[in-house]
């Protein structure tokens, strides 16, 4: 290969990661079993009653929303008993751009989204690593008052925590220590379904792929340890989600939505698809859910106006 064409492959390589890489890796460390994860963390209350772990969306940008999480627990004056931990999914461009330990976990692409195995320095599941955080925030020596965990995300982060919701291995140390578990998906572009039935009519001959994971679930991670639909969904109705929905979230040609044909058979919009599933789910479990649908008025996709209004609020801190 000539130079000159080398260099410009190369310079147009660099360019495209600078570009695709996060702007700024978070400067904490949380040591799990086997590696870390980075975090961006919140100072730490003298006495700490709740957790919010706050997930990002595809950019990663978890100091964004650890920041979206201080100013909506000091609207809700909870600062002082909150600990807001944001835990960040480094991907392999990020680690080639930026000075990250090799002890760092790191994934591919998006692939931690829907609960795939990190590349490096060990495989393991995006919803494992969110399973050890949970689990250390269990360990009553370290915390002793905590009496509440929220795991919640916007928009691309609400993916994650839907279906970390569904698929979440159980914790029996946060049971018996009482400690409750919420989760707050806020703004979507998708969800996983329990079964074949979707609310908008599509072609399946031109949709082969519409059930499988992440969308349905066929073709499950193996995080999964082979459970079954019925399975996922008796769990997955006791858990105490709260979907919050902005009701300006209504643009079809929004550039960050998902537009794929699988997206697109549960609604033209975050704001229907959100209502699309709240509905679905209350025909799969006719006796009630313990689960809630709150609509945030005059906001459109936008973490922060989400998280920080009194809707919002009362979601993540029950104010």
Not at 210 to 230: C, H, M, S, V
Not at 292 to 297: A, F, R, S
Request: glycine share 10%; net charge neutral.
């Amino acid at each position: 290969m000539k130079t000159w064409l080398l260099a410009l492959l190369i310079t147009c390589t660099s360019t495209w990661a600078a570009e695709h890489a996060v702007k700024e890796v978070s400067p904490g460390r949380l040591l799990l079993k086997s590696g870390e994860i980075a975090v961006g963390i919140s100072p730490g209350p003298a006495k700490i009653e709740r957790v919010l772990i706050i997930v990002h969306g595809r950019l990663r940008n978890a100091q964004t929303y650890l920041h979206s999480g201080e100013h909506a627990a000091e609207l809700a004056g909870q600062s002082a008993t909150t600990l807001i931990i944001a835990p960040q999914f480094l991907n392999e461009t990020d680690v080639a751009m930026h000075p990250v330990a090799e002890t760092v976990l790191r994934w591919q692409g998006n692939e931690w989204m829907a609960g795939g195995e990190s590349t490096a320095p060990f495989r393991l599941s995006a919803f494992a690593a969110l399973d050890e955080i949970i689990a250390r925030l269990g360990d009553r020596e370290q915390f002793p008052d905590v009496k509440q965990i929220v795991i919640a995300g916007h928009s691309g982060g609400a993916q994650v925590v839907q279906r970390y919701a569904l698929l979440g291995h159980d914790q029996p140390a946060l049971d018996a220590a009482g400690v409750q578990v919420r989760y707050v998906i806020a703004n979507p572009s998708s969800y996983a379904y329990f079964d074949e039935r979707r609310p908008v009519a599509f072609s399946h001959a031109r949709c082969p792929d519409f059930n499988r994971w992440k969308y349905g679930l066929t073709d499950l991670p193996a995080y999964a340890e082979g459970k079954t639909p019925a399975q996922l969904l008796a769990t997955y109705v006791k858990r105490n989600i709260v979907y919050l929905l902005g009701q300006q979230d209504i643009d079809p040609n929004h550039p960050a939505l998902d537009k794929g044909c699988e997206a697109q058979a549960q609604g033209p919009y975050r704001l229907a698809r959100g209502r699309n599933y709240f509905e679905y789910l209350k025909r799969m479990q006719p006796k009630g859910l313990n689960q809630q649908l709150i609509e945030v008025p005059g906001v459109g996709h936008d973490g922060d106006g989400m998280f920080t209004s009194p809707e919002g609020q009362k979601a993540l801190f029950g104010r």
